[in-house]
């Protein structure tokens, strides 16, 4: 089994930055991509950001150029870095493993971010 723990939530007024943090522990895997997704209250869950196994990435239209997703192979880590946040941003953010090719996703348990205007 995999565990995913996210952490760095918090309130932040619009225009400030935050940096969300997801360590895997548990079952390992070689190949495998990690991302964020995010739900706000209401709404469904989101697709943020990923970064694949082969380092490539992908981001939503709605947070190009004020978020960037890093991974760490060697700590089995992924951060998000937000800049800029907007109000819109609001959200419990969720980290995400997908396992390449099988498909086995795991999902960490949610970090909340709340951003004032």
């Known amino acids: 089994q995999v565990q995913l723990v996210e952490s760095g939530g918090g309130l932040v007024q619009a225009g400030g930055s935050l940096k969300l943090a997801c360590v895997a522990s548990?079952?390992?895997?070689?190949?495998?991509?990690m991302g964020w997704f995010r739900q706000a209250p209401g709404k469904e869950r989101e697709f943020v950001a990923r970064?694949?196994?082969?380092?490539?990435?992908a981001y939503a239209d709605s947070v190009k150029g004020r978020f960037t997703i890093s991974r760490d192979n060697a700590r089995n880590t992924v951060s998000l870095q937000m800049n800029n946040l907007e109000p819109e941003d609001t959200a419990a953010y969720y980290c995400?493993?997908?396992?390449?090719?099988?498909?086995?996703?795991?999902w960490g348990q949610g970090a909340q971010v709340t951003v004032s205007s």
């Open positions: 995400h493993l997908q396992v390449v090719p099988a498909a086995t996703e795991y």
């Open positions: 548990g079952r390992t895997f070689t190949i495998y991509n």
């Open positions: 970064v694949n196994w082969d380092d490539s990435r």
